[in-house]
């Protein structure tokens, strides 16, 4: 299909709208074929190739708006695009359960990895401080895992809804406050997860750190995408 | 579909996209010019607006589409599912159900 303006102002517009990539390329080569259909349409009629070009063009309308239109419609065929608010404001919260169980799963199965298992002879005293240094690294380790698996979870839903990136970051620092005051302690002989008010810095930086990595890969994809197509 | 319709009218161009489906598939451009020769001109859908509305179709599973190439032409050509088969009769029952209603008021007389 030709390069003409109005697709190439449809498919800049849609990737800056954070349109997947896939859908983008799909809508525009539709948009692409039903123009090519109009002006066949208008050459038939005996119109010459240049005023096809312009009527089809004109029949198509704005392709500003268009891409708006798709993002929209795009955004409200998923329960997570047409109630973000809830999506990724108030389900972020309500994930406290998963994540602990997660955290909990992850620290069980780490535990195994690292021989204590449920052996009660092999758990840590007081006396054996470097298993218990060990341990708590490990429970650290998997807090910091378990908050990056329920962020990347979101991250990914609000990709699927083609959702504003904004979205995306309101449910990374959700995350990132509910990593921060919750915890994972491991002391001889015992085990809690707990909110505490001395903020986890490093727990509560991977979401944060997960949005940025995000949005520098859209942003290199995007970029080097519409390079390549302007080749 | 035009913004100066009233809000009755929401749901009519699912009416109309899922009745054309269900006689046979059909890409975009086909869509839109059914609409509009057999209405008598009287609806029409923007151009390239029918696209997003296919999409949000297909995600609600209420179409499919695939790639089929007919004279030498590569399309998406959609079909009505199950699912849209179903909606499309509870859309027709809605729709039978308003016009019976309009019609019986417009029938009485002025008094």
């Known amino acids: ?231 | 579909m035009k913004k100066t319709n009233p809000s009755f009218l929401n749901g009519v161009p699912e009416l109309l996209v899922l009745r054309l489906l269900a006689c046979r598939e059909m890409y975009g451009y086909q869509i839109v010019d059914e609409i509009r020769t057999r209405t008598g001109e009287a609806l029409a859908f923007g151009e390239g607006c029918i696209y997003p509305y296919l999409h949000y179709l297909e995600a609600q599973r209420q179409v499919i589409s695939r790639r089929r190439e007919v004279d030498g032409r590569n399309r998406n050509y959609y079909k009505l599912t199950v699912r849209g088969r179903k909606r499309l009769d509870e859309l027709t029952a809605e729709w039978n159900r308003v016009t019976t209603g309009v019609s019986l008021l417009m029938e009485e007389k002025y008094a």
């Open chain 1, 1 to 231: 299909m030709p390069e003409t303006k109005f697709i190439k102002q449809l498919r800049r517009r849609l990737v800056e709208l954070g349109c997947p990539l896939k859908r983008m390329r799909r809508l525009v080569r539709e948009v692409a074929e039903h123009r090519e259909d109009l002006k066949q349409a208008a050459m038939t009629e005996g119109r010459s190739q240049a005023e096809a070009e312009a009527r089809a063009d004109a029949q198509l309308g704005n392709p500003l708006v268009l891409a708006e239109q798709t993002m929209v419609a795009l955004r409200q065929s998923s329960w997570w695009g047409r109630h973000p608010v809830i999506g990724f404001c108030v389900v972020p919260i309500l994930m406290a359960p998963v994540l602990w169980l997660l955290l909990f799963c992850l620290e069980l199965s780490l535990g195994f990895a690292l021989g204590y298992g449920w052996d009660l002879r092999k758990l840590p005293g007081p006396d054996n401080l470097a298993a218990v240094r060990h341990l708590t690294i490990t429970v650290v380790c998997a807090h910091c895992v378990a908050v990056a698996l329920v962020t990347l979870f979101f991250c990914w839903f609000a990709r699927q809804a083609a959702a504003a990136f904004k979205w995306t970051v309101t449910a990374c620092v959700i995350c990132s406050l509910y990593a921060s005051f919750s915890k994972g302690t491991i002391t001889p002989r015992s085990f809690q997860i707990a909110f505490s008010w001395s903020p986890d810095l490093v727990a509560g930086a991977v979401p944060l750190l997960i949005a940025g990595a995000i949005y520098f890969l859209l942003r290199r994809t995007a970029r080097h995408f519409l390079e390549k197509v302007a080749e």
